[in-house]
């Protein structure tokens, strides 16, 4: 006859005098009878002072876990009133977590018994999806969950989707994915949304839902077997791979940011962290100093298309880079993060700008859709036939409106360039109208000119010197 290990038989032997309180005697499968009397005694001290000391030996734990586990998966099956204990074992088994968590094989045992019960005893609507994988299977209640969704027919919410990416014991979860578990859930859960809308619709698969559950207690031989009348998603690979994918992708945008990091542990979230984010997450993500400068940006530009500003007014938020002019990395970031908010700024390093400084002006403005930071060898040669131009018209101390409006149509009718590059030239021609460019340097990146190309800019310049209807002594010189 087979005896219950963690039923408490009064009539054997305990020893008070000398408790084994380390475990010392306890055997790896215990059971009350077979453990000795010394053992009983620390057991049944455990027992009365609270089942909470966290210096008590695990072996005890795990026996008071059986008479749990036999409560709750051989007695309530079949008793009402065995049923009704069920939500008290739910919550002992909770606090016992929380004082034995660091015993990786109790945790176990009792994560997925808990898993189990609280699917179980949950409705429909009262599953939540895991999102920490917790064994070597998927979560039941991710099973059941899942379940019941493709059961009525419904599409899988992104939550479940992310669960299921997380939780499958094949998914290999890379580092971004542990170190930034924030980042990568909200670009998850973008990135679904935008590839599935409301969810992937799963149709139902014959495999029927079966759960069985390992118990720690040797008294159910291993594992107890569950079924309920669901769809078991845990059969399914083609979805996964679909998961697997945005996941993956997720992973590989937030590498730069992950090592950012796990560089600067417990740092605030700097324009230098940020900027290495993905879009989708660059102009949302809770920080303070990039939250700062978004608002900046938005109020500056407000409706128009662009707006003139202060440097000093734009480096104020980025106090992170220090006081100063901007070293071209910390340019280059900031250009990087305002591009993928949908903003522009001249002076722009990648473009062939200098670094921002304080007492200058900048210009912010709005980027078309899509737009990408490549300068084409056309845009490059329109900057320099804008500095010569601008210098040529700023010689006598002032650009009139007329030489402006001959400078903005010209780019508008004879360069050769896409809307993105357009938009930035006549910025920057804004820019360069308040701070007017020298000769100096400009003079080198025009020696590989032939006389044909030098003679085109020369007739060009001239027009714009003479756009106001007459072309000054001071003009005269820099042409």
Excluded at 31 to 38: A, L
Aim: aromatic share 8%; with cysteine; glycine share 8%.
């Amino acid at each position: 006859l087979r005896v219950e290990p963690a039923l408490i038989d009064p009539s054997l032997p305990v020893r008070r005098s000398s408790p084994d309180r380390s475990g010392a005697s306890m055997t790896y499968w215990p059971s009350y009878r077979s453990i000795s009397p010394e053992c009983r005694a620390a057991y049944l001290d455990w027992l009365a002072t609270g089942r909470r000391d966290p210096t008590a030996y695990i072996g005890y734990v795990f026996l008071y876990f059986y008479g749990l586990e036999r409560r709750a998966l051989a007695e309530a099956p079949q008793s009402d009133r065995a049923k009704q204990d069920l939500p008290a074992v739910i919550g002992e088994v909770e606090q016992l977590l929380e004082v034995y968590n660091g015993n990786g094989s109790f945790r176990g045992y009792a994560t997925q018994f808990l898993d189990v019960l609280k699917t179980l005893a949950a409705g429909a609507d009262e599953i939540k999806p895991p999102m920490e994988r917790t064994g070597y299977e998927l979560p039941v209640s991710l099973r059941v969950g899942i379940g019941r969704i493709v059961a009525v027919g419904k599409p899988l919410p992104s939550d479940w989707a992310l669960s299921w990416f997380l939780t499958h014991p094949e998914t290999s979860l890379r580092t971004p994915v542990r170190r930034c578990s924030e980042e990568f859930n909200e670009l998850f859960r973008a990135r679904y949304a935008r590839e599935f809308g409301d969810g992937l619709l799963l149709k139902p698969n014959r495999s029927k839902l079966k759960m069985a559950v390992t118990s720690a207690s040797a008294s159910f031989g291993g594992q107890v077997e569950l079924s309920m009348d669901l769809p078991d998603v845990a059969a399914l690979t083609a979805p996964l791979s679909k998961l697997r994918q945005i996941g993956e992708s997720c992973a590989a945008d937030l590498d730069a940011f992950s090592r950012w990091v796990g560089r600067n542990v417990d740092a605030p979230k700097t324009i230098a962290a940020v900027a290495l984010l993905p879009p989708e997450l660059a102009t949302t993500h809770d920080s303070q100093e990039p939250r700062g400068l978004w608002d900046w940006v938005e109020k500056t530009i407000g409706s128009q298309e662009r707006a003139v500003c202060e440097t000093n007014d734009l480096l104020q938020h980025c106090a992170s880079f220090g006081s100063g002019k901007l070293a071209k990395s910390e340019a280059v970031l900031l250009a990087q993060l305002l591009e993928k908010g949908g903003y522009g700024i001249e002076p722009d390093v990648r473009f062939g700008g200098a670094p921002l400084a304080p007492g200058g002006t900048t210009v912010v403005f709005k980027l078309p859709p899509g737009a990408r930071a490549i300068a084409s060898p056309q845009y490059a040669a329109a900057t320099i036939v804008l500095h010569l131009a601008v210098a040529v018209s700023a010689a006598d101390g002032s650009i009139s409106q007329s030489e402006e409006q001959h400078l903005e149509g010209h780019m508008q009718r004879a360069l050769a360039l896409g809307d993105a590059e357009r938009l930035r030239l006549s910025a920057h021609l804004a820019w360069l109208i308040k701070s007017p460019p020298s000769l100096t340097g400009l003079m080198k990146r025009l020696e590989p000119l032939d006389q044909r190309q030098r003679s085109a800019i020369a007739d060009f310049i001239i027009g714009v010197a003479g756009a106001d209807g007459q072309i000054s002594p001071d003009e005269i010189r820099p042409l």
